[in-house]
């Protein structure tokens, strides 16, 4: 008799089953670096602009701390047909010649002569957007409006900011999910390939400066919704300003961080997030978790 395991085997061969494979192998796999150092004040033997690879398809940038004390994260990430960066740094630095070498080096990997480049931002926040002037006007590159209709227009988001968006590069679609409260055009990535989710200025180790608290709680409760209806491997941000010591932050403007809190968060820290969010509701007041703070500032 056939067990009842192989009936089941050939039935899911059978409708190329579509449920995630608990062991996580519906997820494509990558690496995080485990040092994200941005270098101190000097910019000697310090290249401007660091890349690291999460896999072949999704590389990490991360701006210098000499050039902006602020060394945002900035993401590229491949498709069959076109790529997306996601921000374009704080400003002094090239970030578009970067790209192009990083796209050369993809292109010639996979055989191909060229390919669309989509450049789209977390937030509106000059330390996200001062790089945007070297892409506009560039072949086959689309620049995405900074403000919130130009966002909702380019990834289809019907009802603003409950609803979804989405954009498909070629084989990776990648779910837009508005997040306004740190500003308003917020938005956050979820790589329906790797299980990444970026955060942009809205959930990372650092300062989570919320000037529209109404918005920012609920965006935080749909952000924790989608997490808890997703395989989610890493959510990453775009900056790092927690110290690897549990409650203790690098003071703001410090460029010299040595010893950083990991990039990466994951669902404790979201869902401890939303839990004090939720309680602070219409009288959200400055609160330092183990990861993270909450900082509310004046519009
Ligand atoms: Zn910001
Ligand atoms: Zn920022």
């Known amino acids: 008799?056939?067990?009842?395991?192989?009936?089941?085997?050939?039935?899911?061969?059978?409708?190329?089953?579509?449920?995630?494979?608990?062991?996580?192998?519906?997820?494509?796999?990558?690496?995080?670096?485990?040092?994200?150092?941005?270098?101190?004040?000097?910019?000697?033997?310090?290249?401007?602009?660091?890349?690291?690879?999460?896999?072949?398809?999704?590389?990490?940038?991360?701006?210098?701390?000499?050039?902006?004390?602020?060394?945002?994260?900035?993401?590229?990430?491949?498709?069959?047909?076109?790529?997306?960066?996601?921000?374009?740094?704080?400003?002094?630095?090239?970030?578009?010649a970067t790209v192009d070498t990083l796209m050369k080096?993809?292109?010639?990997?996979?055989?191909?002569?060229?390919?669309?480049?989509?450049?789209?931002?977390?937030?509106?926040?000059?330390?996200?957007?001062?790089?945007?002037?070297?892409?506009?006007?560039?072949?086959?590159?689309?620049?995405?409006?900074?403000?919130?209709?130009?966002?909702?227009?380019?990834f289809g988001v019907q009802r603003w900011p409950t609803d979804l968006g989405s954009i498909d590069l070629g084989g990776r679609v990648l779910d837009v999910i508005p997040i306004p409260g740190h500003q308003p055009a917020s938005i956050a990535l979820y790589d329906r390939r790797t299980g990444i989710l970026l955060t942009g200025d809205t959930f990372y180790p650092g300062r989570l400066y919320v000037r529209d608290t109404t918005a920012f709680a609920e965006s935080i409760d749909r952000l924790t919704a989608f997490v808890k209806t997703h395989t989610i491997t890493h959510m990453l941000g775009a900056h790092v300003e927690n110290s690897r010591t549990p409650y203790v932050d690098y003071v703001v403007g410090t460029v010299?961080?040595?010893?950083?809190?990991?990039?990466?968060l994951g669902r404790a820290q979201l869902f401890e997030l939303d839990s004090v969010v939720r309680s602070m509701r219409g009288r959200m007041t400055r609160t330092v978790l183990r990861d993270l703070t909450v900082w509310p500032v004046d519009r």
């Open 105 to 154: 080096g993809w292109l010639a990997r996979n055989h191909r002569a060229s390919m669309d480049l989509v450049v789209a931002h977390t937030h509106a926040h000059s330390d996200h957007v001062a790089g945007d002037s070297q892409f506009v006007g560039r072949p086959r590159t689309t620049v995405v409006g900074r403000d919130t209709a130009a966002v909702r227009a380019f």
């Open 256 to 264: 010299d961080q040595p010893d950083e809190h990991p990039l990466d």
């Open 1 to 96: 008799m056939r067990p009842a395991w192989a009936a089941l085997l050939l039935s899911c061969a059978a409708i190329a089953c579509a449920h995630p494979n608990p062991s996580g192998q519906s997820v494509e796999s990558g690496q995080l670096p485990t040092n994200w150092y941005a270098g101190g004040a000097s910019c000697t033997g310090t290249p401007p602009i660091r890349v690291q690879s999460y896999n072949a398809d999704l590389l990490i940038m991360r701006q210098a701390a000499c050039t902006n004390y602020e060394k945002p994260f900035l993401y590229l990430l491949f498709g069959r047909d076109r790529a997306l960066l996601f921000d374009t740094g704080a400003g002094k630095i090239d970030v578009a």
